[in-house]
């Protein structure tokens, strides 16, 4: 089975754009996480789409959105980019929603912000 | 709110030997999960083990094995038989079980360097 995949790899932006990142899980998964790890806050959950449904959301101001479409592939976007911005966006993909499921992350996104 | 704490901000190990990489969370909750992490120089998060917290047994995978104690809120990984590609930063995630659950919370991570 292919593992999670997430495109673009790198991605500069300049502050104030808005960008699109896109993650499909592994086939058969309909759970999507995505997190942002930057060296000082570390790994912090943004949001949980099931089956189209944002589940659970972190605590990341609203410039931050996402989707899931109904092949449960991801997309999410970030408005208005600020120079904190720039991190490292991990997504990871699991049979269940519930805690119960385990979470299979991709290689991730490197965003820089300048 | 959950909180997972990993003390040991590096260790470092001889190749072949055992280490031990601690981890310690505080939640209210009686349905969760436990997981550790490896997050190699390539970046890309892989799934060490898990542990589900009704389960009293530790878990086991091959070289990884923990140490659960529930009462005192510690899940530490031991890594044994050491290889230079266990070189990475190691996380210990926590997650609430059910429905409703957010998503993982992660510990600071622990850098974990093998000396051949």
């Known amino acids: 089975k292919a593992g999670v995949t997430q495109t673009p790899r790198y991605l500069i932006k300049t502050r104030g754009q808005q960008v699109t990142l896109s993650c499909s899980p592994i086939?058969?998964?309909?759970?999507v996480s995505w997190y942002q790890q930057t060296p000082g806050q570390g790994l912090q959950f943004l949001f949980e789409?099931?089956?189209?449904?944002?589940?659970n959301k972190g605590n990341f101001p609203g410039r931050f959105s996402g989707r899931q479409f109904s092949n449960s592939r991801s997309e999410m976007n970030v408005s208005t980019l600020e120079l904190g911005d720039s991190a490292l966006y991990l997504c990871?993909?699991?049979?269940?929603?519930?805690?119960?499921?385990?979470?299979?992350f991709g290689p991730g996104t490197r965003l820089t912000v300048t | 709110a959950q909180t997972v704490t990993q003390s040991q901000p590096e260790m470092s190990v001889q190749e072949a030997e055992t280490v031990t990489l601690s981890c310690t969370y505080d939640?209210?909750?009686?349905?969760?999960?436990l997981f550790w992490y490896k997050q190699p120089p390539s970046r890309q998060m892989i799934l060490v083990i898990r542990?589900?917290?009704?389960?009293?047994q530790n878990a086991t995978e091959n070289r990884f094995s923990v140490n659960f104690q529930k009462a005192a809120k510690s899940f530490s990984l031991k890594i044994s038989d050491s290889q230079l590609g266990d070189a990475a930063m190691y996380f210990c995630?926590?997650?609430?079980?059910?429905?409703?659950?957010?998503?993982?919370?992660f510990g600071k991570g622990t850098h974990l360097i093998i000396q051949p």
């Open positions: 995630a926590y997650r609430v079980g059910g429905g409703g659950a957010d998503g993982l919370t």
């Open positions: 086939s058969g998964h309909r759970s």
């Open positions: 939640t209210s909750e009686s349905d969760y999960y």
């Open positions: 789409y099931f089956s189209e449904t944002q589940r």
């Open positions: 542990q589900e917290a009704y389960k009293q």
């Open positions: 990871a993909s699991s049979l269940l929603a519930s805690g119960r499921g385990e979470q299979y």
